[in-house]
């Protein structure tokens, strides 16, 4: 198994999501609940942007491991595109009561408020985000969801 999850992995790094797949449905059934195999599966699922996928994953990731602040921001980030913003920021409020020093958790709501329409609420969210984790500036400056912040 670890060896096509390595190479699936690798081919995902290479942006190549149809040989990781491939790669994936070759591991033994048995062995395809694997919580990496999953989280690869969810990875592959991000990058063809099949959000229904992803979100069923994420799911299913959170109900197995819900002290993995990943799973909750992977849910969040496929709710947003499949489902719709307010079920994302939902998950995202749940999940900053349970992490709250998870920069990405508050990174992401930042996002979610811009979008939004409540500049200040995100502003709020983003200093807190960058208050935990201060290389995200870099990637705020850049971010189209966060243009009102600036």
């Not at 999850?5 to 048995?30: C, K, R, T, V, Y």
């Not at 002290?67 to 307010?86: S, T």
Request: contains cysteine; hydrophobic residues 40%; negative net charge.
């Amino acid at each position: 198994m670890y060896h096509q999850l390595n190479a699936a992995q690798g081919f995902l790094e290479l942006g190549d999501s149809d040989s990781a797949w491939e790669e994936l449905e070759s591991i033994p059934a048995e062995d395809r609940a694997h919580q990496a195999v999953l989280w690869t599966r969810l990875e592959i699922y991000r990058t063809k942007q099949k959000w229904d996928e992803m979100v069923e994953i994420a799911k299913h990731l959170l109900e197995t491991s819900p002290d993995v602040p990943q799973h909750w921001i992977n849910l969040a980030w496929g709710q947003r595109r499949g489902v719709d913003l307010q079920t994302a920021e939902k998950t995202l409020k749940e999940a900053v009561g349970r992490f709250p020093n998870e920069a990405l958790i508050h990174y992401n709501l930042a996002c979610y408020s811009c979008v939004s329409g409540r500049i200040e609420e995100g502003k709020a969210q983003l200093e807190t985000a960058l208050r935990h984790e201060p290389n995200l500036k870099a990637t705020a400056l850049e971010d189209e969801d966060l243009v009102g912040v600036w």
